[in-house]
Every structure is written in structure tokens, then in C-alpha cells.
């Protein structure tokens, strides 16, 4: 059986300020990582995954995320935020066979001018 | 590439009276999926599709949940004898078996409050 980690349910940031949402997972098998972001009353958007090759993932609207299969992680790093970032962040794993997503309680971040 | 559809995006009814939900997953996807979220939790797995077969259902599906995927294209979710504690967000997604490819797509979610 696998689980997902987030141990921060809520992070205020400053806005241009750094932020880092923490996911760690837990898995006897080879995963895949993802997180997606929840805007409000809206559905799930995919923001990066990790599948296979370079432990160093990057989305298009500047968050990375970093494979570390030695401490069981895939926290979510972003250097400058902005007041749209507001959102609920999932982490989620899944194994190499690809049944199902297993999600953390998710972390909402929350951005003030 | 419209994305994956779901219908009705909201639904109020009374306790004890049967809903069902649809949702279109895009076109080329082979899989397809249903979560159920609660307020202040992350999405839980409910059941998945490759095709037409149903191969996976979680304990969290009773005996008053079924979901149907006739053609391997739409799915639908039906929940008999609602209970108020069946009020969440249910979420389809759709995806594609294949390496590169093994990604989960979101629809918008239907809303569900039992009264």
C-alpha cells in the first residue's frame, strides 16, 4: 500500500517570497509522483510529475520539484510567488502499474500582497 | 482537445433518493477514473476503468454505488439511497496507458449535497 504525506495544511506567504510545500510518500514498490493544484470550486490541473529520468522536474509557471528516493520526498519549491499561486496543492503517488492515484491531504497556499 | 467533461457540475437531493453522474472522458483515453473528495481532504479512489472492464473498486464503493463504462467511451456513477454522509465533490479523470503518457486528467467534479 502506498501514502502521501503533507505535513503543512496551510502556508502563508508574502508575495515574491520563496515557498516550499512538503510531500513525503510511502511505497514498497517503484513509484511515479505528481502534484496538481486546486483552484477554488474547480477541478484538479496537473502541475508536474515525476515518471522517470531527471530527478529535477519543472512546470511551465515556475514551480520545481525534486525526486529524492533516498528520504522518501517530492517537495514542490517555487523562488517568487504570485497572488494567483493562491491555491490548494496535492501531492499524489502512484505505482509503475498505474491503477490509482493516492493524494495527501493536500496544503493550501496562501499568498498576501 | 476539449478535456474531460462532467455532468451535472452540481446536485441537491434528498436523502434516500438515487443520482447518477456523467462524465466524458477526452477522446483518446482508454482509462478512466472516479474519485470522491470531502472538504478539507484530498481526492480518494473510488474506481477505474481500462476500456469497458471495470477493474478496480474500492472498499469506499458500497453496495449502493455503481459505475458503468457501456462503450469503453462515457462513464456513468450512480448512488441509490443516498445518505448525507455521500455529500462531496466527485471527480472523474481519464488518462492513457503508456509510458510518457501515464498522467491522470481532472474534470471540473460534480458537487453533491444530500439533504
Known amino acids: 500500500a502506498q501514502s502521501v504525506t503533507q505535513l503543512d495544511s496551510q502556508v502563508p506567504v508574502f508575495e515574491e517570497a520563496p515557498v516550499e510545500l512538503r510531500c513525503n510518500y510511502s511505497?514498497?514498490?517503484?513509484?511515479?509522483l505528481f502534484w496538481y493544484v486546486q483552484y477554488p470550486n474547480q477541478g484538479l490541473q496537473l502541475l508536474l510529475k515525476y515518471l522517470s529520468g531527471s530527478t529535477l522536474v519543472k512546470s511551465i509557471n515556475g514551480f520545481e520539484a525534486e525526486f529524492n528516493k533516498s528520504q522518501t520526498s517530492f517537495h514542490l519549491r517555487k523562488p517568487s510567488v504570485h497572488i494567483s499561486d493562491t491555491a490548494e496543492y496535492f501531492c499524489a503517488v502512484t505505482n509503475t502499474g498505474f491503477q490509482k492515484l493516492v493524494f495527501g491531504t493536500g496544503t493550501r497556499l496562501l499568498v498576501s500582497p | 482537445d476539449t478535456g474531460v467533461s462532467q455532468n451535472p457540475r452540481h446536485k441537491i437531493t434528498k436523502r434516500g433518493q438515487n443520482v447518477t453522474f456523467r462524465c466524458d472522458p477526452i477522446s483518446e483515453h482508454n482509462r478512466l477514473y472516479w474519485y470522491r473528495q470531502t472538504l478539507g481532504q484530498g481526492p480518494e479512489f473510488l474506481t477505474y476503468f481500462q476500456n469497458e472492464a471495470q477493474l478496480e473498486k474500492s472498499r469506499l464503493l458500497s453496495d449502493r454505488f455503481s459505475a458503468e463504462r457501456p462503450k469503453g467511451s462515457f462513464s456513468t456513477l450512480e448512488i441509490q439511497r443516498t445518505e448525507q454522509g455521500d455529500s462531496a465533490m466527485y471527480l472523474c479523470a481519464s488518462g492513457v496507458r503508456g509510458t510518457e503518457q501515464e498522467t491522470q486528467y481532472f474534470g471540473p467534479g460534480t458537487r453533491l449535497l444530500v439533504l
Open positions: 511505497s514498497s514498490v517503484s513509484v511515479y
